[in-house]
């Protein structure tokens, strides 16, 4: 198990479709990376100038959006995933 610090965000990358809308299949090397994913565990947060802890928006199986260059991307156990800040995160899809 891996808890990130602080205000990161460790990140799961959802893959899209290989098909365009018009059926057509994608290849691997002309697909860009997803920026969409599943947080898979949360920092417990920064702290203000007082040292007061910062509480985190996201939690553990939020879906979030990222910007393209968010992010260091990591292999953990076998599994291609992505350290961010919490502020790299664009929002929450509900």
Known sequence: MFI???DRVL???IEGDDKTS???IIPDTAKEKPQEG??????TGARDEDG????MD???????????WSGTEIK???????????????GVMA
């Open 38 to 43: 599943e947080v898979v565990s949360v920092g």
């Open 22 to 24: 018009g059926g057509l």
């Open 76 to 90: 953990l156990d076998g599994e291609d995933l992505m350290i961010m800040k919490e502020s790299d995160i664009l």
């Open 4 to 6: 990130p610090l602080h």
């Open 58 to 68: 996201v939690k553990a199986g939020d879906r979030i959006l990222f910007g393209k």
């Open 11 to 13: 990140v799961r990358r």
């Open 52 to 55: 007061n802890r910062i509480a």
